[in-house]
């Protein structure tokens, strides 16, 4: 063989050939201990004593499936080398064979299309990997992880290589985007941003983001995870992960009111001596005060239907920054006063600031939950479409609307070893991801 494949113990020389080559968080050696449930398997690949190649691979056993493995966002290497990919793709095999493994899944992060162009990358890649005796799967709800669709925002000049302001990428954004940002904390907004030691020394911050989540969870169907997992991620990563926290304070909310009422009384005393010119200025500015007290009746009245707190969480968001990349994992807006405050706007924009001041290349945004994935048979066929599932049509609209670039990342393969527990694997997972979320959300109520 050409090249030589192993295990691998150094978990820095396994990070630092990551960084050097691009990789991600969920190809790093801290993402095995934030999934506790899977047991890592860390493999790396030589050629002539350089390291050409490494992967990491994690195995659970599931009811009726047997164990499966999982490579999370693929192999770190040269796509391109169709007798590496081979010679691994013989060496996994053997080793799948010796640990009885029924399935081999992988998420490669290769593009297959941005914004609807073709990316050659992702072609040549698919073509690759079905070569190699890869299937794709085509039914999303079998996905182990996540959709192969995301919104990414690039924080970079790609070709000066410097780094865009928070309020120029706000700019570039729609209009709501950018009006809701602009008078976020005029609708009584607060926020902060909490370490994993603010929330270890503060479990209300967390319970806080839980509400959040719970709310988000019942709106779009997809897994909610609970309060123990979330803060065992931000631990196990808090040197690259923070919780964005965006408020409600009804005292906020009267004080500014207040100030407008203040606004609008000493505007009506100068109309009683001023011309007719500046008379109709302050009356145009009266009525624009009125719409800001109308919709701050309508909120202040909500706040009170809903709850009996003068301060509540009204969006969250939890990051991670890693390598260059700023990952959305988890986030969302409470159902009170969502319309009204927009503070989904407000949190991302507080998500984007942070990642612009840490260096970031690129923000990530979060994925997008489609029905089914179509890809080529071949180079020369044209891509198929990914359908969005209809109840995330407004959490794709809501992502698009930050002028962000949708990735379509070439989804996930599967190496199969035994096609009988792989039939009951692809016949379990989507059963048992619906009934787990159902059970959580009558727990919750």
């Not at 969920?26 to 490494?54: I, T």
């Not at 793709?89 to 640990?99: D, G, P």
């Not at 000049?157 to 706000?170: C, L, P, R, V």
């Not at 839980?210 to 931000?234: A, C, I, K, P, W």
Request: with cysteine.
């Amino acid at each position: 063989m050409t090249y030589e494949f192993r295990s691998e113990k150094d978990f820095k020389s396994f990070d630092d050939y990551l960084i050097k080559n691009g990789g991600t968080y969920m190809q790093c050696s801290l993402w095995p201990d934030a999934k506790p449930a899977w047991k890592p398997h860390f493999y790396v690949g030589f050629k002539n004593g350089e390291r050409v190649f490494q992967c990491l691979i994690l195995g659970r056993v599931l009811p009726m499936a047997g164990l499966v493995w999982y490579i999370p966002d693929g192999f770190i290497c040269d796509y391109t080398n169709e007798v590496l990919i081979s010679e691994f793709t013989s060496f996994i095999k053997a080793e799948m064979k010796k640990n009885n493994v029924t399935v081999l899944l992988t998420d490669p992060h290769i593009p297959l299309r941005v914004n609807g162009e073709n990316q050659q990358q992702g072609i040549d890649a698919h073509n690759m990997l079905i070569s190699n005796g890869y299937k794709l799967n085509h039914n999303i709800e079998n996905y182990i992880y996540k959709a192969p669709v995301q919104y990414y925002i690039p924080l970079k000049n790609k070709e000066t290589g410097e780094s865009y302001s928070a309020d120029d990428i706000i700019k570039k954004c729609e209009k709501g985007v950018r009006y809701s940002v602009r008078i976020g904390d005029q609708r009584g907004l607060t926020s902060k941003i909490c370490s994993y030691e603010d929330v270890k020394n503060d479990p209300s911050l967390m319970d806080d983001f839980m509400q959040v989540m719970g709310d988000t969870s019942d709106r779009n169907d997809f897994m909610e995870r609970n309060s123990g997992y979330v803060t065992h991620l931000m631990e196990v990563f808090k040197d690259y992960m923070d919780l964005s926290l965006v408020y409600y304070d009804k005292n906020e909310d009267k004080k500014l009111q207040d100030e407008r009422d203040r606004q609008v009384a000493e505007n009506l005393k100068k109309m009683e001596t001023c011309n007719e010119k500046q008379k109709k200025k302050l009356q145009n500015e009266n009525e624009t005060i009125q719409q800001q007290t109308d919709n701050y009746i309508k909120r202040y009245k909500l706040a009170e239907e809903f709850t009996d707190k003068k301060r509540f969480c009204v969006a969250a968001g939890l990051t991670i920054r890693y390598n260059g990349i700023a990952g959305c994992i988890f986030g969302g807006s409470r159902n009170i006063l969502r319309n009204e405050t927009r503070p989904s706007h407000y949190v991302n924009y507080l998500r984007l600031k942070r990642s612009v001041e840490s260096g970031c290349d690129i923000h990530d945004l979060g994925y997008i939950f489609v029905d089914e994935a179509e890809h080529p048979s071949d180079e020369n066929m044209p891509l198929g479409e990914f359908k969005v599932r209809e109840d995330f049509i407004g959490i794709r609209d809501f992502k698009a609307s930050f002028n962000s670039d949708l990735i379509e990342f070439i989804g996930e393969y599967a190496l199969v070893n035994n096609k009988f527990k792989f039939k009951l694997y692809n016949d379990f997972v989507p059963k048992a991801r619906k009934l787990k979320i159902k059970i959580a959300r009558k727990l919750r109520k």
